[in-house]
């Protein structure tokens, strides 16, 4: 019964046809709570409708395949017919750990107070090949993160680890139509209204790297970040959050594309430690890098 439901599982796909017939398989492997899963195919133009349809057949979810309107609107469309206490999006190219919607779940019916939770992920190739250590940038935030830690990139969430009373997600005014991701700028608001939150040891997603992730985009990723950042603009610490995180983008274009960081060094440098002790990435070799450092 629709009354029954829990939690919300919200899928939006775009063309990720290798990949969303797993992913949609691990939902419906989950036990322990009552769940729905909702999917919409963002205007796919490869085989992804054609394996939605036939899932959907399988396993009696909420499918709608329809024109691309991107990430953002599909989110807030896909918020609109959730009906469980609490949701959790879930991207297509990912797969969902078992137990973690029971276990995320009783967390917040046994901590009323708390608007959401974030959790941890371990890093999955495009085969599909994982380790089971879970990545070290997520658990070093656990057991909370505070809004000054976050906006000052000192402490990391990541937004596969979620789960949000759906009620106080709809009072903020869902996802914000301004940015091209949904993730970070809803972050930020939801710390900076409720100031601490809380990170689970729980293993919530296992993060498909294949190459064509949108956080392989560094200029829109970071770009966004510091759109997100202006929004606190009258917080005494943003000018120094501006320079981390140029910084961070400095450091990620230092790692992945070496003539870009230098192209953008007017742009991100800044006479900060932070620039500076990343600065020397941009002479080592990346085959160095992928041994010593995390980015």
Known sequence: MESAVIVSVLMACYKHERFVEAAVRSVMAQEGVSFELIVIDDGSPDRSPEILERLANEFHFKYVHRSNKGVVATMNELLSMAKGKYFCSMASDDMMPAGRLAEQSQYLESHPEVPVCFGQIVVMDGEGNHGETPDPRYTRSVPQVTFEEFFMGKKEVHGCSEMIRLDV???????????????????????????????????????????????????????????????????????????????????????TNKAEAVRRIPQLASFSWDFFKRFPKLFVPKFILDRRFNV
Not at 215 to 243: C, E, I, Q
Request: aromatic residues 22%; charged residues 20%.
């Open 169 to 255: 997600f709809r009072d903020m005014g869902g996802y914000d139509k301004e940015f091209p991701f949904e993730d970070f700028p809803q972050w930020l608001k939801f710390f900076h209204r409720f100031g601490t939150l809380p990170v689970l040891p729980t293993l919530c997603c296992y993060y498909r790297v294949h190459g064509n992730n949108m956080s392989s985009n560094s200029t829109l990723m970071y770009g966004t970040f510091l759109k997100a950042l202006a929004r606190y603009s009258d917080h005494p610490l943003y000018p120094k959050a501006v320079k981390i995180w140029k910084s961070h983008w400095f450091s990620m274009l230092a790692y």
